[in-house]
T-cell receptor, first 113, second 108 residues
């Protein structure tokens, strides 16, 4: 089944403790992206990648890092999480890029205390 | 920053009614996408419209892209409880920008 898989689905962590949210897609898509969704603010793009080793900032990149060493994987790294990064995170992939629509994962609900 | 305004924010209707939701911007977009999101899940792509004036139909859902490529509408005919969800539009520029959504509730 074609899908984007994120792990974990739920995560509670403490301020300052480094964490990684993994994302993998099995559709051989070139484009991948990370979003966060917050009440009243909607979905906002954190980072995106147009291909292996090519990444760029979205609207809200501060406090996040990404890497794209392989086509199928696009992990999101929070080096020193803070409570304002408590959010619902989505990874997404696309074969053709921003103009043609994304397939989203099921989300990771992160709580930083 | 490009903004997409969606209206209405909330909509509650009876099964069988028709409805239209809107997505407006002052910016021109290369394409517009519509997604539906259910609680606890990621958005699911419904359609992408690319050409100004384009109309696409997906069963009881009709999507239209404005002539100037700044706005779009989603019309649902004879709504059913299964249509309940958060409807999001997204502008296909870089970075991809989402509206805040219309939360639709269809009551049986």
């Amino acid at each position: 089944e074609a899908q984007v898989t994120q792990n974990p689905r739920y995560l509670i962590t403490v301020t300052g403790k480094k964490l990684t949210v993994t994302c993998s897609q099995n559709m051989n898509h070139e484009y991948m992206s990370w979003y966060r969704q917050d009440p009243g603010l909607g979905l906002r793009q954190i980072y995106y990648s147009m291909n292996v080793e090519v990444t760029d900032k979205g609207d809200v990149p501060e406090g996040y890092k990404v890497s794209r060493k392989e086509k199928r994987n696009f992990p999101l790294i929070l080096e020193s999480p803070s409570p304002n990064q408590t959010s619902l995170y989505f990874c997404a992939s696309s074969s053709k890029g921003h103009g043609y629509g994304y397939t989203f994962g099921s989300g990771t609900r992160l709580t930083v205390v | 920053t490009q903004l997409l305004e969606q209206s209405p924010q909330f909509l509650s209707i009876q099964e069988g009614e028709n409805l239209t939701v809107y997505c407006n911007s002052s910016s021109v977009f290369s394409s517009l996408q519509w997604y539906r999101q259910e609680p606890g899940e990621g958005p699911v792509l419904l359609v992408t419209v690319v050409t100004g004036g384009e109309v696409k139909k997906l069963k009881r859902l009709t999507f239209q892209f404005g002539d100037a490529r700044k706005d779009s509408s989603l019309h649902i005919t004879a709504a059913q409880p299964g249509d309940t969800g958060l409807y999001l539009c997204a502008g296909g520029n870089t970075p991809l920008v989402f509206g805040k959504g219309t939360r639709l509730s269809v009551i049986a």
